[in-house]
């Protein structure tokens, strides 16, 4: 118990829950679902009676012994941190058709942020996550212009996939119960991105600059990149957006826009004119 606590687990209690989080997920027969944190497998062998496969990650050793006793022959218990996991060596050779796999899991507070830029980078593998986060996690995921949860994670996430936070649990659902309120959340793989955007690594450095300072101005946050700040003023001002605007205040499209307007100068080694 000592080292799961330290790894950050909580585990699920209530089975009316658990087929809550089922129906959610929904796997398929024809599915490979890939579990982050299977615990003492209380999603891990229902999921495996839906699904064509399961492979089920766990990092704590301690609960790698009980998950290998119940398993059954369409499930892979791997001992591995999730961190460090490769997603295309890991579905190298699986036999699943296009489009047929879903990343699923109660995931460890700790490492939820890093895990969700991993995921993100591998989106292309999955047709859809369904995720136990921290609930300020999840209404970042789900967050709308104007909202003060509106974030870069916000505007990365809905480009590509449908977010939707489908309840929220509190502590005494899980055990140990955490500090912290919980949601479910699932994030369903959309045919085409809402906005083409060629440079990825490029639009989340300009995201995150956007962003640094919240209380600033749009254009405060940007103006150490090389575009002039009449520039910058003129582009908002071409797009609707008002010079005073606050990053909060700006569409997942006009992000697009700006970028794609001001990328060719919006670079930290181009000397300002």
């Known amino acids: 118990m000592r080292k799961t606590k330290a790894l950050g687990q909580h585990f699920l209690m209530h089975r009316a829950l658990i087929e809550k989080i089922l129906s959610v997920i929904s796997p398929q027969p024809d599915e490979l679902i890939i579990e982050i944190g299977a615990g003492k497998g209380a999603l891990t062998f229902p999921l495996a009676e839906r699904c064509h496969k399961l492979i089920a990650i766990e990092k704590d050793r301690a609960l790698i012994p009980s998950l290998l006793e119940k398993k059954k022959e369409n499930i892979i218990v791997l001992e591995k941190d999730v961190l460090r996991l490769d997603f295309a060596d890991l579905l190298r050779d699986q036999e699943v058709p296009p489009g ?95 906005y083409p955007i060629e440079d990825r690594r490029g639009f989340r450095s300009f995201l995150r600059l956007a962003f640094s300072q919240r209380r600033k101005t749009l254009v405060n946050n940007l103006k150490s990149y090389a575009a002039p700040l009449p520039r910058l003023a003129q582009t908002l001002a071409s797009l609707g957006l008002p010079p005073e605007v606050r990053p909060e205040q700006v569409s997942v499209e006009n992000f697009v826009r700006l970028f794609d307007r001001l990328s060719s100068s919006l670079r930290p080694d181009n000397p300002k004119p």
């Open 100 to 194: 047929r796999v879903k990343l699923v899991g109660n995931l460890p507070y700790s490492i939820s942020s890093p895990f969700l830029f991993k995921v993100l980078d591998a989106r292309d593998f999955f047709r859809a996550f369904v995720f136990l986060l921290q609930k300020e996690v999840a209404e970042r995921l789900s967050a709308q212009p104007g909202s003060k949860k509106y974030a870069p994670l916000s505007i990365l996430f809905q480009l590509d996939f449908e977010v939707r936070l489908h309840m929220i649990l509190k502590p005494g659902a899980f055990s140990p119960p955490p500090r912290v309120e919980s949601a479910l959340i699932s994030l369903k793989k959309r045919e085409r991105p809402l």
